[in-house]
């Protein structure tokens, strides 16, 4: 049953209000990360994320800096890098990269044209809204962020707001393209599948700088989803059972639904809209948009099955980078809406396997698409994949299309900013669990909390919490804890089994300094796909350890696949060919898993952690080798039922699936003679 979060359809007295979320935001800033956490936003921060401003073309000559490169008509690279670069330096506090941010900033507002667009565009054939919410995105978190540059940043928005506003009025101009006048700015219609995310910005505006522009914003909301629907691209009537597809591509017609990162954004557009119309149909359909994702379209990493379009729940098919942070920032923006613990899972899910398994261990190359099943990560003999190149699942600077380069590092800055959520205004609710920390006021009263662990290595939260007032902390209990032995113990009290409620565990945490922990028992679960079989423990998947051997060579360009000249990459950045030298053709017994290695309690955990050497936890199976057909320049899909022979027993090493660069984690099921 699903939360009714508000009453039935819009009446006139509540017209003009927007529902609100469950659970508040806090600033950005306010959460910072420790331990292995820490460490892997520094390596972006020291790596692509944090010096594509320095080197990348798309970014360093974007003309939204008065440069000439673009990698579409989009003109979107800018944009995403400023969405992901205002949360990195501000969860690590690291004034290079806000000066980065600082210097966008400056020129962008410095340059908002006189009728009030924001960007380099000075034409309507060149004039598309979508990349502008992404750098609305951007704006809202740097205006939370930095209270000195808040009026500007609301000044340009109130601007730009009153052009698209008369822009949408006018047949939709920057939203739908006009052919008979020339109009080029989104030839795929990108911006009409995610006509959801400006109003996101928008409704932030709405709420806390309004101005008295209410009705301007209220409409440009409302002109945003009806050009949507005039441009046949309202979710609701993609969200419905017998229309959402079931399988991959080959059983569908590809459309902007069923593009995998528009999916993977447009899970939240239901929810967006009820927040705007109040109908509480929406509400449902979230519900139901989010499990037939899951059920027919989702890794076993956590994030959606597209290699441009839906692969269905084939491990030979990729996973893009871009929907792995785009499912962490839908999921996040659902729990925070409804308070639904399994989406909160889910994001978790992304972020321990999806995330990490397509970053190198430096954070220097990434994958554009990531399989469930891939044995080598090269360019491929032939081709596996719908709408991709077969270059696509190397690491590399540019290893397909560019917008993974350039968004990808949002991934755990806006996981930081968003573990910590109010509830009400006198209570602390820990969302995404890991190593952070939050500085923040209840009731006008400082309130520090800091929370050391190893999670989701090691099953153990430790909080330390300095407090000026009395208030209720709530710790967000995964689903897949083992409730009867979990425990949670008080400083100064015995240990206890703890009661859940909506997910939550409650501590009513005195003025003072108080001490707790939670323990999350983590046992060892499979899921069965097609007759094979998937392993998890806790929220990580785990994977055969496959040994490898990397090459690395000059990046290349995307467009060609030729040598960049040195002038164009960073001397850290590589492309990378990585070949097996050990044996992965094996099914496995599951009724043998056991942990081999765990993670010992109040360790300092390896950096990087997500490497074949750098996770502390292990499993063994039994295992045997089988044969196992390469088709389409890739491993087949899993043999069903192999039948093996006992006397090739072997013990098959599994490790997280964010370590394993190579990876078998969807396997065969060892049937015996």
Same mark, same amino acid.
């Given at each position: 049953?699903?939360?009714?979060?508000?009453?039935?359809?819009?009446?006139?007295?509540?017209?003009?209000?927007?529902?609100?979320?469950?659970?508040?935001?806090?600033?950005?800033?306010?959460?910072?990360?420790?331990?292995?956490?820490?460490?892997?936003?520094?390596?972006?921060?020291?790596?692509?994320?944090?010096?594509?401003?320095?080197?990348?073309?798309?970014?360093?000559?974007?003309?939204?800096?008065?440069?000439?490169?673009?990698?579409?008509?989009?003109?979107?690279?800018?944009?995403?890098?400023?969405?992901?670069?205002?949360?990195?330096?501000?969860? !690590?506090?690291?004034?290079?990269?806000?000066?980065?941010?600082?210097?966008?900033?400056?020129?962008?507002?410095?340059?908002?044209?006189?009728?009030?667009?924001?960007?380099?565009? %000075?034409?309507?054939?060149?004039?598309?809204?979508?990349?502008?919410?992404?750098?609305?995105?951007?704006?809202?978190?740097?205006?939370?962020?930095?209270?000195?540059?808040?009026?500007?940043?609301?000044?340009?928005?109130? %601007?730009?707001?009153?052009?698209?506003?008369?822009?949408?009025?006018?047949?939709?101009?920057?939203?739908?393209?006009?052919?008979?006048?020339?109009?080029?700015?989104?030839?795929?219609?990108?911006?009409?599948?995610?006509?959801?995310?400006?109003?996101?910005?928008?409704?932030?505006?709405?709420?806390?700088?309004?101005?008295?522009?209410?009705?301007?914003?209220?409409?440009?909301?409302?002109?945003?989803?009806?050009?949507?629907?005039?441009?046949?691209?309202?979710?609701?009537?993609?969200?419905?059972?017998?229309?959402?597809?079931?399988?991959?591509?080959?059983?569908?017609?590809?459309?902007?639904?069923?593009?995998?990162?528009?999916?993977?954004?447009?899970?939240?557009?239901?929810?967006?809209?009820?927040?705007?119309?109040?109908?509480?149909?929406?509400?449902?359909?979230?519900?139901?948009?989010?499990?037939?994702?899951?059920?027919?379209?989702?890794?076993?990493?956590?994030?959606?099955?597209?290699?441009?379009?839906?692969?269905?729940?084939?491990?030979?098919?990729?996973?893009?980078?871009?929907?792995?942070?785009?499912?962490?920032?839908?999921?996040?923006? !659902?729990?925070?809406?409804?308070?639904?613990?399994?989406?909160?899972?889910?994001?978790?899910?992304?972020?321990?396997?999806?995330?990490?398994?397509?970053?190198?261990?430096?954070?220097?190359?990434?994958?554009?698409?990531?399989?469930?099943?891939?044995?080598?990560?090269?360019?491929?003999?032939?081709?596996?994949?719908?709408?991709?190149?077969?270059?696509?699942?190397?690491?590399?600077?540019?290893?397909?299309?560019?917008?993974?380069?350039?968004?990808?590092?949002?991934?755990?800055?806006?996981?930081?900013?968003?573990?910590?959520?109010?509830?009400?205004?006198?209570?602390?609710?820990?969302?995404?669990?890991?190593?952070?920390?939050?500085?923040?006021?209840?009731?006008?009263?400082?309130?520090?909390?800091?929370?050391?662990?190893?999670?989701?290595?090691?099953?153990? !939260?430790?909080?330390?919490?300095?407090?000026?007032?009395?208030?209720?902390?709530?710790?967000?209990?995964?689903?897949?804890?083992?409730?009867?032995?979990?425990?949670?113990?008080?400083?100064?009290?015995?240990?206890?089994?703890?009661?859940?409620?909506?997910?939550?565990?409650?501590?009513?945490? %005195?003025?003072?300094?108080?001490?707790?922990?939670?323990?999350?028992?983590?046992?060892?679960?499979?899921?069965?796909?097609?007759?094979?079989?998937?392993?998890?423990?806790?929220?990580?998947?785990?994977?055969?350890?496959?040994?490898?051997?990397?090459?690395?060579?000059?990046?290349?360009?995307?467009?060609?696949?030729?040598?960049?000249?040195?002038?164009?990459?960073?001397?850290?950045?590589?492309?990378?060919?990585?070949?097996?030298?050990?044996?992965?053709?094996?099914?496995?017994?599951?009724?043998?898993?056991?942990?081999?290695?765990?993670?010992?309690?109040?360790?300092?955990?390896?950096?990087?952690?997500?490497?074949?050497?750098?996770?502390?936890?292990?499993?063994?199976?039994?295992?045997?080798?089988?044969?196992?057909?390469?088709?389409?320049?890739?491993?087949?899909?899993?043999?069903?039922?192999?039948?093996?022979?006992?006397?090739?027993?072997?013990?098959?090493?599994?490790?997280?699936?964010?370590?394993?660069?190579?990876?078998?984690?969807?396997?065969?099921?060892?049937?015996?003679?």
């Amino acid at each position: 049953m699903v939360n009714q979060v508000a009453g039935s359809n819009a009446t006139d007295q509540d017209v003009k209000t927007l529902v609100p979320f469950k659970y508040g935001s806090l600033p950005l800033g306010s959460i910072t990360p420790s331990g292995w956490l820490r460490d892997q936003i520094q390596l972006s921060a020291d790596g692509l994320g944090g010096h594509l401003y320095d080197f990348y073309r798309y970014v360093a000559r974007s003309t939204w800096l008065g440069g000439d490169f673009e990698y579409s008509e989009l003109h979107e690279s800018a944009p995403y890098w400023f969405n992901y670069i205002v949360p990195l330096a501000w969860v !690590l506090d690291d004034q290079r990269l806000k000066t980065q941010a600082r210097e966008f900033l400056d020129y962008t507002l410095e340059n908002q044209a006189e009728d009030g667009w924001l960007g380099p565009e %000075k034409t309507r054939q060149t004039r598309g809204i979508w990349a502008r919410s992404l750098l609305c995105f951007g704006l809202v978190q740097y205006a939370e962020a930095d209270l000195t540059q808040t009026d500007r940043i609301v000044d340009a928005m109130h %601007k730009f707001v009153a052009l698209v506003h008369s822009m949408l009025k006018d047949s939709f101009t920057g939203l739908l393209q006009n052919r008979d006048k020339g109009d080029k700015f989104d030839p795929y219609g990108f911006g009409v599948s995610r006509t959801h995310e400006l109003p996101i910005s928008l409704m932030w505006l709405y709420e806390n700088h309004p101005r008295g522009n209410e009705e301007a914003i209220w409409e440009t909301i409302e002109l945003m989803f009806e050009g949507g629907r005039k441009g046949s691209r309202d979710w609701t009537t993609f969200f419905v059972n017998g229309v959402f597809p079931k399988l991959g591509t080959g059983t569908f017609k590809t459309s902007g639904f069923t593009h995998g990162v528009n999916l993977a954004e447009g899970l939240r557009y239901p929810t967006v809209l009820y927040r705007w119309n109040k109908n509480s149909s929406l509400i449902q359909q979230t519900y139901d948009a989010v499990n037939m994702t899951l059920e027919y379209q989702t890794s076993l990493s956590g994030s959606i099955i597209g290699d441009e379009h839906l692969g269905g729940l084939s491990p030979q098919r990729g996973s893009e980078l871009c929907m792995a942070v785009e499912s962490m920032f839908s999921y996040a923006y !659902l729990y925070r809406f409804y308070g639904e613990n399994k989406f909160a899972d889910r994001v978790e899910l992304a972020a321990f396997n999806a995330l990490p398994a397509a970053m190198s261990p430096d954070w220097w190359a990434h994958q554009y698409v990531t399989q469930t099943n891939e044995p080598w990560s090269k360019n491929l003999t032939a081709n596996p994949f719908f709408n991709v190149v077969t270059y696509a699942n190397t690491y590399g600077l540019e290893p397909n299309f560019p917008c993974c380069t350039v968004n990808h590092p949002q991934g755990y800055p806006k996981y930081v900013a968003s573990s910590y959520v109010k509830k009400g205004d006198d209570d602390l609710v820990h969302m995404l669990l890991g190593p952070t920390s939050v500085k923040t006021d209840l009731k006008g009263k400082a309130v520090t909390i800091s929370c050391d662990t190893n999670y989701p290595f090691s099953d153990e !939260l430790r909080y330390k919490i300095n407090s000026e007032t009395d208030f209720n902390f709530y710790v967000r209990i995964p689903e897949w804890t083992v409730k009867q032995k979990a425990k949670v113990h008080l400083a100064g009290d015995e240990a206890k089994n703890f009661t859940v409620g909506n997910g939550l565990h409650r501590f009513f945490v %005195k003025k003072g300094q108080t001490s707790l922990s939670v323990q999350l028992p983590m046992e060892i679960t499979t899921v069965t796909r097609n007759q094979t079989i998937g392993v998890y423990r806790g929220p990580l998947l785990y994977a055969a350890d496959i040994e490898y051997l990397y090459t690395p060579h000059q990046p290349l360009n995307w467009t060609d696949r030729t040598p960049l000249d040195n002038s164009e990459v960073s001397p850290h950045s590589k492309d990378y060919v990585l070949e097996p030298t050990s044996e992965w053709r094996y099914a496995i017994d599951p009724s043998t898993l056991k942990v081999s290695e765990d993670c010992p309690k109040n360790t300092k955990l390896a950096n990087p952690v997500f490497t074949r050497g750098g996770s502390p936890i292990r499993l063994e199976v039994d295992a045997y080798p089988i044969d196992w057909p390469e088709t389409l320049g890739t491993a087949a899909l899993p043999p069903v039922d192999p039948i093996v022979d006992r006397s090739t027993k072997a013990t098959l090493k599994l490790i997280p699936f964010g370590a394993a660069k190579l990876h078998i984690a969807q396997f065969p099921i060892a049937k015996f003679e």
